[in-house]
């Protein structure tokens, strides 16, 4: 690996196109060839899980919006175009990554990595999936795009801290996403250096999308960074530049944006020929709930386990890093983390609703775990008041850890019940995690697919889906097809029709 040091530069610089930023990325993309197996591997598990989750959130609003808005935009005629999970016609390939990419952001069930920054780099899938299905590349050449994605996101995420300046984590999948898009393609590293540039500048937004009373915005957002990722493609294809350099500039991303005129950075990216693994240091979710609170999750469960139903209790305080205490914890100072009326989007990034609700379940689902009735029932919202978050040091240390075996995102909960018993216990990872108690494997992957997909698909659309998938590496041209798994269409429509109309 090397190690680039990113700073702002003057205009009167005339910083070298070779030295942005923008341009080592793009020269990430264009390098990357001969994908490692194990890369490989792990791509395909997670175009499973992608499928799982998009198609367990079909009949749900924004999904149903955005499937709706994409097919307002069928294929032109004489091209390919591309699929929407739920249908089956064909619409631009902008349009199918912001279907799919909402459809599968909606659950927050997918993948995440988290370092100096949050990601789920899961959302680079869709826009390169509908672009190789829409420009007729092989599985092949799709697997090839996604290592790519995933080795410029998680480097993005390690080096460039989004976070502290309330700008929302999309703003690095941008990037990525067109990275990925240039290695499928297998452009030249002039045009993705453009085409970087542009999504850079276009998918910058404030975190007020994941603060307070949120919002089904929180599912478009990536996808709005899928499509308008795949347009800077477009446009860098035609021959057309981008403001730069959007990274190093005196009015540009870091300058404006992040630490002001003295920023610096540095991102450490893969040397020509250097295998790109980084997608092997991301990890899937068990459950659907930030990933912070994936860990707090299976720690619930092991202390109902543990001490079955609890009554009397004082007070719960979930010690655990300054991430988890401020984005998902009563360290975020909004007061709808504890309002029972509070939206399904909101509920997710509630580590005290999600603590509560599985400490007393003693299990966590999709969907019944944020039922309105789930959350308006009197001893829950009693026992969700009592519980706070502490940040604790040690444990904002052990999630900044460099070592990716040692990196902890999880807490410890002391509970303490009115007779002054205390309880306690901690949890470093999520069960699901590479370092947890039951990794997730390919067998994983297949029963959350399976589980997820149940209601949706047949056992034998499944397994047509599974079958394909597993032969991803070989499938040419229309055999992509196989990744939307056929579905009961007619519901799907019903749900459509019943949405007020729009614009379009």
Not at 413 to 434: R, S
Request: charged share 25%; net charge negative.
């Amino acid at each position: 690996m090397i190690d680039h040091q990113v700073r702002v530069r003057r205009s009167a610089d005339r910083l070298p196109r070779e030295e942005q930023l923008a341009w080592k990325l793009a020269a990430v993309a264009t390098g990357t060839h001969d994908v490692d197996p194990r890369a490989a591997a792990m791509a395909v598990n997670r175009v499973i899980d992608n499928a799982a989750v998009a198609t367990a959130s079909l009949l749900r609003r924004p999904v149903a919006v955005a499937r709706a808005q994409a097919a307002a935009h069928p294929a032109a005629p004489g091209t390919p175009g591309a699929s929407v999970f739920g249908t089956a016609g064909r619409v631009s390939p902008e349009w199918a990554a912001w279907a799919n990419g909402t459809a599968v952001r909606e659950l927050d069930f997918h993948d995440t990595f988290l370092a100096a920054d949050y990601s789920h780099p899961g959302d680079n899938i869709p826009p390169l999936l509908a672009v190789a299905q829409h420009t007729g590349r092989s599985g092949a050449d799709l697997l090839r795009g996604i290592v790519a994605a995933y080795e410029v996101h998680v480097a993005l995420v390690k080096g460039i801290c989004l976070h502290a300046h309330r700008i929302d984590h999309v703003a690095h999948l941008g990037a990525a996403t067109v990275c990925g898009l240039g290695a499928l393609l297998e452009l030249d590293t002039a045009t993705v250096h453009q085409a970087v540039q542009q999504a850079v500048h276009t998918t910058t937004a404030t975190r007020q999308s994941r603060k307070g009373e949120i919002s089904s915005w929180k599912a478009f957002a990536p996808a709005f960074a899928g499509k308008a990722a795949i347009e800077a493609v477009d446009r860098a294809m035609r021959g057309e530049g981008s403001p730069s350099p959007i990274y190093e500039g005196e009015d540009g991303f870091l300058a404006w944006m992040l630490d002001g005129p003295d920023a610096a950075y540095t991102v450490s990216l893969p040397e020509l020929g250097e295998p790109r693994r980084a997608i092997l240091e991301t990890y899937t979710k068990e459950h659907s709930a930030e990933y912070q609170a994936q860990a707090v999750i299976d720690l619930a469960r092991r202390l109902r386990e543990k001490t079955g139903p609890l009554t009397g209790v004082r007070d719960i305080v979930l010690h655990t890093s300054h991430h988890t205490h401020h984005v998902i914890g009563s360290g975020a100072n909004d007061p709808q983390k504890y309002d029972p009326e509070a939206s399904r989007e909101t509920l997710d990034h509630s580590v005290p609703y999600i603590f509560a609700v599985a400490l007393e379940d003693g299990a966590w689902h999709h969907e019944r775990s944020y039922a309105p009735e789930r959350a308006r029932r009197p001893e829950t919202v009693a026992l969700w008041r009592k519980i706070r978050t502490a940040e604790d040091p040690e444990w904002t240390r052990r999630y900044h850890d460099p070592d990716p075996s040692r990196r902890a995102f999880g807490g410890r909960a002391v509970i303490t019940l009115e007779d002054g018993t205390v309880i306690e216990d901690e949890l470093a990872v999520a069960d699901a995690h590479p370092a947890g108690a039951r990794p997730f494997d390919r067998a994983g992957y297949t029963a959350k697919f399976r589980t997820l997909a149940e209601q949706a698909l047949t056992p034998a659309a499944q397994d047509a889906f599974l079958d394909a998938v597993d032969r991803l590496g070989t499938l040419e041209g229309t055999e992509l097809d196989a990744l939307f798994p056929a579905v009961d269409t007619g519901a799907v429509a019903a749900c459509d029709s019943r949405l007020p109309k729009g614009l379009l």
